[in-house]
Antibody
Framework: QVQLVQSGSELKKPGASVKVSCKAS????????MNWVRQAPGQGLEWMGW????????TYAQGFTGRFVFSLDTSVSTAYLQISSLKAEDTAVYYC?????????????WGQGTLVTVSS | QSALTQPASVSGSPGQSITISCTGT?????????VSWYQQHPGKAPKLMIY???NRPSGVSNRFSGSKSGNTASLTISGLQAEDEADYYC????????????FGGGTQLTVL
């Protein structure tokens, strides 16, 4: 069965960087795009963008350019989200989410989420 | 401010039906049949409930249905059950920026 397992919670200081991992199993990793979604405490969902797992080409939503980087290691079926120059407002749960199918660009499978806390 | 507008909360009694609206513009909800709905229980990851306006993924109860009229999409839950109590988010493709999707602000459903 499809599983997305994310790395554990992180506590970082402002200005630091963090790298969140999302390990996929149960399907061919390079056949489905991977998305990233942010949810600040008590707030709604924000689509951050997606990465083509076949080509490695990322697409970033408005507001998620510059400090946010999507990457892959296809040898271990893992997607990564790196955030640099962390700010307090980056405190949120970050989810990876796989497309429902190669042609249906909906968030059909989700990781469990990774809480990133930015605090001095 | 979210791109799509949802009511902050709705409520209903067990067995009743409720409808959650999601209002956008001609650049998103009204222009494309790429609307989806997600259910999120507290502390859990969201779950896809409806895609392409009215399609249900395998395993989702047929008590959940979706529709669209103009710039407004709707999620209807019939035969309300206690387990339906959760937050619900709509989402749509948008042409207002390059290849992006937008979410609504979310609706908290309370089963009385």
């Amino acid at each position: 069965q499809v599983q997305l397992v994310q790395s554990g919670s992180e506590l970082k200081k402002p200005g630091a960087s963090v790298k969140v991992s999302c390990k996929a199993s149960g399907y061919t990793f390079t056949s489905y795009a991977m998305n990233w979604v942010r949810q600040a405490p008590g707030q709604g969902l924000e689509w951050m963008g997606w990465i083509n797992t076949n080509t490695g080409n990322p697409t970033y939503a408005q507001g998620f350019t510059g400090r946010f980087v999507f990457s892959l290691d296809t040898s271990v079926s893992t997607a990564y989200l790196q955030i640099s120059s962390l700010k307090a407002e980056d405190t949120a749960v970050y989810y990876c989410a796989r497309d429902l199918s190669p042609v249906l660009r909906y968030l059909g499978y989700w990781g469990q989420g990774t809480l990133v806390t930015v605090s001095s | 401010q979210s791109a799509l507008t949802q009511p902050a909360s709705v409520s209903g009694s067990p067995g009743q039906s409720i409808t959650i609206s999601c209002t956008g513009t001609s650049s998103d909800v009204g222009g494309y049949n790429y609307v989806s709905w997600y259910q999120q229980h507290p502390g859990k990851a969201p779950k896809l409930m409806i895609y392409e306006v009215s399609n249900r993924p395998s395993g989702v109860s047929n008590r959940f249905s979706g529709s669209k009229s103009g710039n407004t999409a709707s999620l209807t839950i019939s035969g309300l059950q206690a387990e339906d109590e959760a937050d619900y988010y709509c989402s749509s493709y948008t042409s207002s920026s390059t290849l992006s999707a937008v979410f609504g602000g979310g609706t908290q459903l309370t089963v009385l």
